[in-house]
């Protein structure tokens, strides 16, 4: 992706509970009394009443970053990407993202063998209407053709399964500080750990630390930043590192059970 194109080299996500809270949130940010400036219409990426033909679902909101003091005014004109998803939207795309892990695909940018999209188009579809009552991208597909064609696709790709016994570093004890660098390698034998951990007390040296990092590894490793307040709240906001699929799975099942 050209970095002209990218509006989230700077972004927040946030996960709801709830659709509700989600909304009430995102009206809250709309009406808050900042210089930021909105820089689309309201329903541009609202991919929760319009979902992409992938089933991703979600919402971006893209602001130009805006600022009357000293320090901030350099800054004034970048972009600052805000995503809102709920937690079954959260669990359907960390699936996708282990996926593509796991099977060297990108279903995350459909750019993948078309079984794989197919599978989560489907399977964002049951999570839609078993959890949220919604519709997403196959719509138009009855209750016992959507759970039929997802079962089938299943049992030829058996990704339930692998997610359910999937547990790696998420059960593994990690001592975290308030900042922390996931380090995926790519370039790692079977045996070997792929998800490494560093953890500082100071921003600042995480920063230097993630700069020698890019470096070092290249476009052999994915390397994040990321902060938060506890070991939990890291992992539920990054699951995909430490492939962790089974509230997808949890989904999945209370959903084939309803339909």
Known sequence: MPLSAMHDIAGCRMI??????????????????????LTH????????????????????????????????????????EIQYRTLPQHAWATAVEVADLI????????????????????????????????????REMSDAALKDEFQGADRRLGLLQTFDNLRGTSERGLKFKRNTLLIFRFDVGENEDSLQVLTYENVNRAIEAYDELEKKYGETADIVLVRGES??????????????????VDLMQHGLNVL
């Open 16 to 37: 709801f509970d709830d659709l509700v809270t989600l909304n009430e949130v995102r009206e809250s940010m709309h009406d808050a009394r900042w210089r930021h400036r």
């Open 41 to 80: 219409e309201t329903t541009k990426y609202d991919y929760i009443s319009k979902p992409k033909p992938t089933g991703y679902r979600g919402i971006h909101d893209v602001y130009e970053y805006a600022v009357n003091s000293i320090g901030g005014k350099p800054w004034n004109g970048l972009k600052v």
């Open 103 to 138: 099977t060297s695909n990108r279903i995350k940018f459909a750019d993948a063998q078309q079984h794989y999209v197919r599978y989560f188009q489907l399977a964002s579809e049951i999570i839609s209407r078993t959890s949220e009552s919604q519709k997403s991208c196959c």
């Open 231 to 248: 070991e939990a709240n890291i992992r539920d906001a990054f699951r995909n590192y430490f492939s962790d699929a089974r509230a997808f």
